[in-house]
């Protein structure tokens, strides 16, 4: 194998890719979709909203004035309480419908009806417009029961059981190497978005590739080509070339990303939320090593199997047809990393992190989400290269029979064929 | 023998799933020589020369390219413009030839140097900017000449060079092609157009179902056949020129027409004959065209397609 010419096709690959109308858009665009996607389930958490104007109406569990004063109370909704009254047995329906009548005129947003109740004291229900707001509802929530609890306790042991109320559950991963706080937040966000990236990359850049090889082969470039170098040379240039490619548009995104953090989320009132998820944490050195070799393995294995199926065919139609079998392991592979997040250690998750065509996705997974004994993470990578190499060789014998073929598109059979004569 | 050959073929064959392609074809092409590689469609031409420039690896027979039984080992001293044209559609041309001769081991800025200067050798500095799909036919086909040449081979291929070419572009063609047998490299055209065969090759191969039925150089060949053939103008009736005595085979072109004769024939006797039938323009004895032998050894079958 020549590397000077190897290095010439990779060139010219990397030029054509790099100023590739596709590459420059989806270089801009796809950031621009992850900050759509964080704006919506920011816009989610979010109560982007004046005021919130509710009347209470207590049927008779006496907490309403309570119940009045800590609405008022809640800091994150500025709650406007137009009315607060209790409601004796017989008005009850009709001060109901009133209120209703109300919300119907956009006069109020919503009302709470409180009834007594014998086990918990007293049953809540919220009317109102908009009942789909989480953090509204959450909100309500705390306060009803803060008011129940506040009429049943007192003193020394309201106060323990508020302190209580308030603590969170907090995580923190144990490892060989130490124990880390943070814990599913940080793992759940990187792994979904660097295996998204894996994800979207190899499928993008694969049928790229697969695209660019059938147009080689039916505009008969191939023959000046093949002869001045290998069928082998030249497949091993275009791989480098894809892969500088992707590790280009890599980079730009992290630079985007990084600016973003450090100087464009500052400035927002989402960013306290990001930061409490621990956005430093979730984007750490281990995790970023971890994602590049997973990342670079994947990618050659993945676009070097594009690669071979491209060469098989004539035609870009047929390609559509024919590209099926690669895009499999990618899309296994992702989907299942959802399983494999939720239950690393699962005897499944195991397995799958152990099969080179998912490891890119199931092992890196796992690896961030449980950090699994070592040997088992270096065994996995060591198996992937393994597959590496070996899906390049058979690639590249596929590649050079079929490179020149015209006419019938290989059954399975004869690729097969190819591989154990070629 | 005297020099090296540039290129030597010795019983080679290939065979594609149950079709032999090439069948036990041997040839040699003497360096500094523009060789022609004659054939009708599907005989087996492209084929060899594939074989020749290591695009494919023969079942059988053996190859001495410039030298070396392998011809990848001088794989950058081969020079080849396919039948079947191609260029990326969406590359600028410059670009396209400077990636064309690094494949063929040129440096990088080497490369880039030659080709603007092809470029504008070739009337094309202007384009040389532009993206493929924006030329026209012509102009993609000196581009496409340009990068078999870039790198000043030493044994250059050119399969079916001139089809499709107006006639300036082919005398254009034509001249450059004289150029690099100037310059020192051996030329193997490979081509239907007879004429240019007549005007451009020393020697030839004539190939026909993968054997080479005819080789060596084009006047010993045409001298071999001698003076056979009445070279005929006439006016009248094509049908008068039927079952002359002594001819064996009359290849009509409405107001001329080749008279193969017989190999003891009278030339005499067949003016004699045909001054009674129609009215002669011109009568002479020649040896036979490279057209006249091609028909001759590969046999004239109207239901064969014509050239591609």
């Not at chain 1, 042991?157 to 124990?179: F, H, K, M, N, P």
């Not at chain 1, 993945?302 to 990618?330: D, K, R, W």
Request: overall charge negative.
């Amino acid at each position: 194998m020549n590397l000077g010419k190897v290095a010439q096709v990779a060139r010219r690959e990397y030029v054509a890719r790099v100023r590739s109308k596709a590459f420059i858009l989806t270089t801009l665009l796809i950031p621009g979709l992850f900050v759509v996607w964080g704006s919506i389930s920011g816009l989610l958490q979010r109560t982007d909203i004046d005021q919130l104007r509710l009347s209470v109406l207590d049927f008779g569990t006496g907490i309403g004035a309570n119940l009045t004063e800590h609405l008022e109370g809640i800091e994150e909704l500025p709650i406007i309480i137009e009315e607060s009254f209790e409601v004796g047995p017989a008005e009850q329906d009709a001060v109901r419908q009133r209120m209703s009548n109300l919300i119907r005129e956009d006069d109020l947003d919503g009302y709470l009806v409180l009834r007594p109740d014998d086990e918990i004291l007293a049953r809540a229900q919220y009317f109102a417009r908009e009942t789909g707001n989480p953090v509204i509802i959450g909100r309500l929530e705390r306060a009803v029961s803060v008011a129940v609890l506040e009429n049943w306790f007192s003193g020394e042991e309201l106060a323990r059981l508020r302190r209580v109320q308030g603590a969170d559950l907090e995580t923190i991963t144990v490892s060989d190497e130490g124990e880390e706080a943070g814990g599913f937040w940080v793992a759940y966000i990187s792994t979904f978005v660097l295996g998204m990236l894996i994800y979207m990359m190899t499928l993008m850049h694969g049928q790229q590739m697969a695209m660019a090889i059938v147009e080689e082969k039916s505009s008969r470039l191939i023959e000046l080509i093949i002869g001045a170098v290998t069928a082998v040379e030249f497949m091993a240039g275009k791989i480098f070339g894809v892969l500088g490619a992707g590790l280009t548009q890599l980079a730009v995104w992290i630079v985007m990303g990084l600016v973003a953090v450090l100087f464009v989320l500052p400035g927002l009132a989402m960013a306290d939320g990001l930061m409490e998820i621990g956005l430093a944490e979730a984007f750490s050195i281990g995790t970023l090593s971890y994602f590049l070799i997973f990342f670079m393995l994947g990618y050659v294995m993945y676009v070097t199997m594009f690669a071979a199926i491209g060469a098989t065919c004539n035609s870009t139609e047929e390609l559509q047809h024919a590209m099926f079998p690669a895009m499999m392991p990618i899309l296994i592979g992702f989907f299942s990393t959802f399983y494999v997040m939720t239950n690393p250690n699962a005897l499944a998750s195991r397995v799958l992190s152990f099969i080179p065509l998912f490891t890119p996705f199931t092992m890196f997974a796992r690896v961030n989400v449980a950090e699994p004994p070592l040997w088992e993470v270096w065994l996995a990578i060591l198996l992937l290269a393994v597959a590496v190499v070996l899906s390049v060789y058979a690639a590249a014998k596929v590649f050079r029979v079929s490179i020149l073929m015209h006419g019938k598109r290989p059954a399975i059979v004869d690729i097969w064929r190819m591989l154990k004569t070629a | 023998m005297p020099a090296e050959a540039a290129l030597r073929c010795e019983h080679l064959v290939k065979t594609f799933d149950t079709t032999r392609a090439v069948d036990d074809l041997s040839l040699e092409v003497s360096p500094g020589q523009i060789f022609g590689l004659l054939g009708p469609n599907g005989s087996g031409k492209t084929t060899t020369i594939r074989i020749g420039l290591g695009i494919y690896v023969p079942d059988g027979g053996s190859l001495l390219v410039l030298g070396h039984r392998d011809p990848l080992e001088v794989r950058d001293r081969l020079g080849y413009l396919p039948e079947e044209r191609g260029l990326y559609p969406r590359m600028r041309i410059d670009e396209q030839l400077a990636f064309l001769g690094t494949i063929r081991g040129l440096p990088f800025r080497e490369a880039k140097r030659r080709a603007g200067t092809w470029l504008e050798n070739l009337g094309l500095a202007e384009n040389a900017k532009s993206q493929t799909n924006e030329l026209s036919k012509g102009m993609q086909q000196k581009v496409q000449f340009a990068a078999a040449v870039i790198h000043e081979p030493d044994l250059l291929v050119l399969d079916e060079p001139f089809s499709g070419l107006d006639p300036v572009n082919t005398r254009l063609l034509k001249d450059l092609i004289l150029e690099q047998k100037t310059r020192g490299a051996t030329v193997v055209l490979s081509t239907h157009r007879m004429d240019q065969v007549e005007q451009m090759c020393e020697s030839i191969c004539l190939i026909h179902e993968g054997q080479a039925v005819l080789t060596g150089k084009l006047d010993e060949i045409r001298a071999s056949y001698g003076k056979s053939t009445v070279r005929l103008d006439y006016d009248g009736d094509a049908s008068s020129l039927e079952g002359l005595s002594g001819v064996r085979e009359v290849r009509d072109s409405g107001r001329s027409a080749s008279l193969l004769m017989e190999p003891a024939a009278d030339p005499q006797e067949v003016l004699r004959q045909l001054l009674d039938r129609v009215r002669v323009r011109s009568f002479s004895l020649e040896e036979p065209s490279v057209e006249d032998i091609f028909l001759d050894k590969v046999g004239y079958d109207p239901r064969h397609e014509a050239t591609s």
